[in-house]
């Protein structure tokens, strides 16, 4: 089926501080002895000590959360159980989330994609700005010192983050890659951008991808407002796992007016194909992808193959490299939910020979979108659907920070695909469309996006 065009949700990806690129592979799973030491006879109260709660002895708090945490415990315990008799290659363990009920976990999925298809007004406003990206492109992209196999290992890229209670991850997610491109290209380790610019003054007044803010939006126009506006540094706008109130004048608020990044727009690779993103994993760096993380809580180690085919993609996240472990080839994910989750805040999930291997359906696709006019459910491949909607932000730049990161080099690379017969039809930019965009949609993306932003504008 034609690719159906979903909005990014960039869900939280982090990494340590790059000193350069190196072939994923670096995480080490924690061995069945490991995990098993680590359960046997943890109690509530050690999880409390733990995770720095606060529950006072004896409430109904405490009662409440005690119990919540207990079964918890108990589908541990089960899953450890069904993965070793089923033969798979991963560990449950104890995680920041046990405490927190199913309406409090799904707080942390963020990504809620507009799949509409390309005559739908409100998509076409969320691709403006994006570009097409084909397989031949992409081979011609590979630089030199970006081109060992496998991308980024755990170890290396941006900082990890927590979204906290927070509907964020398509805000920290864009931030992440933004900052990925970044340090690619030679900027201070140090560099980093504010999640909370996104996430207080990203307007969206056609509840594209839920309301804004902890509730949900876009990767698309978190991009579209960094091209505009640019964002500034965390150290100008820190993070608080909240909606607040934006600047009334952003270029002139309490941002310092030439400390701030942008983007020239986004890329978004073919969809439901593994090649595609590897090549940009290697060529380019982390890439934001949707994924369905529902089952993802109890993770705590190895190779994680346990999403059906049919998947609710509904979480953004980081995938900064891929590798193989014992035979089993894996895509290395970063995700926002802290270091005390996963491999440090990453997990490893499992990559097919084949994409075909494991497509199923998302018949779910309108679960908390805004933008309306998309059809009643879409093809999603890949562990998780992690092939589905693979974006990558373009034309990368610091401005106002030091003369070692000045315009020049800064992940400038270039967002339309050169002749190539395989790239997805999207919108292109304000100035042009991309070749085989569809045209008579009766669609002023320029128009639309001037009307969104005078909307912010006068809030």
Known sequence: MPRLMAATLLGLFSFRVARGWRAAGGLRAKSALAVRSALEGYSFSQ????????????????KRRAAIFE????????????????????????????????AERRVLN???????????????????????????????????????????????????????NCGSCW????VEAVEAQLLRSGAPPSTRLSAQALVDCVPN????????????????LAYAFMRDHGIPLESDLPYTARTSTCPQVPLDGPWHSM??????????????????????????????????????????????DSCEKDAILGHAVLAKGYGSDA??????????????????????MLMHDDEEQWCGVDRKPQEGVGCDGGPAEVTVCGMCGILYDPVVPQGVRLEGIDSATDDEGLGSGVAQAEGSDTATAVAGNLDEASPGASA??????????????RNFSNS
């Not at 409390?48 to 109904?60: I, L, Q």
């Not at 007044?205 to 698309?220: F, I, K, N, V, Y």
């Not at 994910?333 to 990453?346: M, Y």
């Not at 002023?444 to 932003?453: F, P």
């Open 71 to 102: 079964a918890s415990l108990a589908e541990v315990h089960t899953t450890n159980a069904r993965n070793a008799k089923e033969g798979r290659g991963w560990k449950a363990g104890i995680h920041p989330f046990m405490d927190w009920t199913l």
């Open 440 to 453: 008579g949609s009766g669609v002023n993306a320029e128009a639309q996006m001037d009307a969104l932003l």
């Open 110 to 164: 963020g990504y809620k994609p507009p799949r509409g298809h390309r005559h739908s007004q409100a998509v076409a406003l969320l691709h403006e700005g994006a570009s097409a990206f084909g397989r031949s492109s992409m081979a011609s992209r590979l630089n030199a010192s970006f081109s060992e196999e496998g991308g980024l290992s755990a170890d290396m890229g941006p900082a990890l983050r927590q979204q906290g």
């Open 327 to 348: 035979g089993r080839s894996y895509w290395l994910i970063q995700n926002s939910w802290g270091s005390d989750w996963g491999e440090n805040g990453h997990i490893r």
């Open 205 to 220: 007044p056609q509840h594209c991808g839920g309301s804004g803010g902890c509730d949900g939006a876009t990767g698309e």
């Open 47 to 62: 999880y409390v000590r733990d995770f720095g709660r606060t529950y006072s002895p004896g409430s109904e708090e405490h």
């Open 171 to 174: 805000a920290i997610s864009a």
């Open 259 to 304: 400390r701030r990044a942008r983007v020239s727009g986004w890329s978004q690779l073919p969809s439901n194909q593994a090649e595609p993103l590897k090549s940009a994993l290697v060529s380019q760096g982390p890439v934001v992808v949707a994924v369905d993380g529902n089952n993802w809580f109890n993770y705590d180690s190895g190779v994680f």
